[in-house]
């Protein structure tokens, strides 16, 4: 690894590292929690983990969770130990719960995984057999492996800290690639306002930079794979939601939002598999849909801050709007 300056990456992240004690402990000499370490220093980025921080007013658990929630890249350590089970959560461990937090808050999320069938990983055999928790781990260590997650194996220190140090720098690479504003919305009900809002941003941000379906998409374009484009090269997708959001009906009379190819469905499904950050824009009185009213897929839009947008008020509300997203494009 190398630690001049120009191998910094642009923007500095604050990076929640999750492990067990072992990992931070073994091998002798040079952990594998301290090979992660000096990684993400090297790339410009600030190392957070729980023990770090002294005693609060809160139980661990939620100090946990709050100290994920306060940083853009989750790194997880997964051996074959599971560790302790959270106190009033007792079937889940802390590193299971950071992994699950990560997730609902949206993180990058970036797994390695202890070779299992490595001849020497540089950890006593005594601290690799989890008699109680075993089965649990390898549970935990499989469901990472199902959730879209490309988990990289290791086994030594050095190794491992090159993965966690290109991680950092592919995803830094591809962040810088997402400036772009997606607006998702209902033509029934919120093209008026949506063109509105589309030419507000566009003067603060510029029309490349703003993604409307109608003004973008040209002819003869397939429409779904330029809206995946779209989503995918986007630092923040807008979903304006109007009264009328998950009310709207198709031709045969069923709420479009159960159609699996709605192309509003189909956006912010996107954008949730994608981690591209959402703003919920709730348009006069309409309310936050809840998660058990939305189908499966977008159960994850619940977990995102909406932001209020009223007609009678649409100057100063836009104005607050294009200064949180200034801050949302920055901090990719």
Known sequence: MTNSSDS???????????????????????????????????????????RDYPA??????????DLVRGCQVYVGLLGTCYGSPV?????????????????????????FLLDTDATDVGIPPSRLIDLEFGARQEAFRRRTQD???????FSDPSRLGQQVE???????????????????????ESKHFAGRLCDRLTDSFGAD??????????????????????????AVLLAIIGP?????????????LEDPKDMVRLEIEAALADNVQIIPILVDETTMPRQRDLPESLAGLV??????????????????????LRSVIRDR
């Open 303 to 324: 977990r995102f801050n909406a932001f209020v947008v009223r007609h009678e008020n649409f100057r100063n509300d836009a104005e607050r709007l294009v200064t949180e």
């Open 56 to 65: 609060a007013d809160k139980s661990p658990a939620e100090l946990g969770q």
């Open 209 to 234: 930079r703003v993604f409307i379906d109608v003004v973008t998409i040209r002819p003869g374009v397939d429409f779904a794979q330029a809206i995946n484009r779209a989503v995918k090269t986007s």
């Open 8 to 50: 910094r990456d642009s923007v500095s992240w604050r990076v929640f590292v999750s492990y067990t004690s072992e990992m931070g402990e073994y091998p002798k000499g040079q952990s594998y929690v301290a090979a992660v370490k000096d990684a993400i220093s090297a790339r410009g980025h600030v190392f957070v983990d729980l």
């Open 166 to 188: 290109r991680s950092l720098r592919e995803l830094a690479e591809k962040r810088q690639l997402r400036d772009g504003i997606f607006v998702s919305y209902r033509r029934q």
């Open 147 to 153: 959730s879209r997650l490309l988990a990289q194996l």
């Open 87 to 111: 106190r009033d959560r007792p079937e889940m461990s802390y590193t299971e719960l950071e992994f699950d937090t990560a997730t609902e808050a949206g993180l990058d999320r970036l797994v």
């Open 244 to 256: 009328h959001w998950l009310a709207t009906m198709d031709e045969q009379g069923r709420p479009r």
